[in-house]
């Protein structure tokens, strides 16, 4: 049975960090996870128990599997239709990689247990709105989801935790909230998750 370790430190490398961590676990073969909070602070743990940490190192000291080959080629390929959407609604191009990233990971096949479809996973409901005659088009979905994204934003204030809490929920779900994200577990692990992909993407703030 593993003991959980976990330590909190700012400041430090991830290779000292994670050295030190080894040597405080007494060399136990174990997973390894991290996540940086608000305030700097790194924090490492074996066994997680926060949805912010992310798989850092794996048993035995091998690095956690960085983006897979083919969701890179992927996102190479759909490349020019989400600039294409970008430019038509004014979403940045950077946000909507994330979002598609976090919905499909690029699959325009992908079809969620409800139903949603699609690169960026719209409910039927969601697709004869913005006129996505064809969900599984690449093109009509992307184009279709950047329009609903922008006016989720023009609701919320560009407020992007918000909006994209909205994505996820439906934006009657939020109203109901008082405005705030839901306190659905799916919703609370999609926003940050979409926000980290979006700042990878060299995201900036819509505010």
Known sequence: MRT???NRWAG???AALLALLLAVAGGARADFYTYTA???SVHFSNVP???RYELLMREGGAPAPGPAPAATASRERYAPLVAHAAAETGVPAGLLHAVVQAESNYDPRAVSPKGAVGLMQLMPDTARQYGVADARDPAANLLGGARYLKDLLEQFNNDLSIALAAYNAGPAA???NGGA???YRETRLYVPKVLKLYRQNGG???R
């Open 38 to 40: 608000p305030d700097g």
């Open 204 to 206: 900036v703030s819509l």
């Open 12 to 14: 430090w490398g991830q």
């Open 49 to 51: 128990t926060d949805p």
């Open 4 to 6: 959980k370790q976990e």
């Open 181 to 183: 994200i839901p306190p």
């Open 174 to 176: 939020v109203l109901r």
